[in-house]
């Protein structure tokens, strides 16, 4: 059985960081892009930051560039999602979500990402 199982949110402060992993399970993940989403409530979900099959390339979107860093360890078949310098407008459910790509070196987070994990909630506040 295909899966992606997100962990590691929680409730932080302003300023604060927490980092969030993503197994997957039942594939090899490094044939896969890998992608982050977040769905704040009463907006739609929107792309967060992607990385390609090896890691060499990530995207992240204008809102979290320079504070939230994407990361995989294909040999454990997770990825991550470091994130700093939290701010209230970043709470919201965090998906990681999986698509098969050939392509190397490449991510896009418009793709249709095929496999999604149940979403872990982050929340910061003071």
């Known amino acids: 059985q295909l899966q992606l199982v997100e962990s590691g949110g929680g409730l932080v402060q302003p300023g604060g960081s927490l980092r969030l992993s993503c197994a997957a399970s039942g594939f090899d993940s490094g044939y896969y892009a890998i992608g982050w989403f977040r769905q704040a409530p009463g907006k739609e979900r929107e792309g967060v930051s992607c990385?390609?099959?090896?890691?060499?390339?990530?995207n992240y979107s204008d809102s979290v560039k320079g504070r939230f860093t994407i990361s995989r360890d294909n040999a454990k078949n997770t990825a991550y999602l470091q994130m700093n310098s939290l701010k209230p407008e970043d709470t919201g459910v965090y998906y990681c979500?999986?698509?098969?790509?050939?392509?190397?070196?490449?991510?896009?987070?418009?793709?249709?990402?095929?496999?999604w994990g149940q979403g872990t909630q982050v929340t910061v506040s003071s």
């Open positions: 990385s390609s099959r090896r890691g060499e390339v990530t």
């Open positions: 979500a999986a698509t098969l790509t050939t392509a190397r070196g490449v991510c896009v987070m418009t793709w249709t990402y095929d496999l």
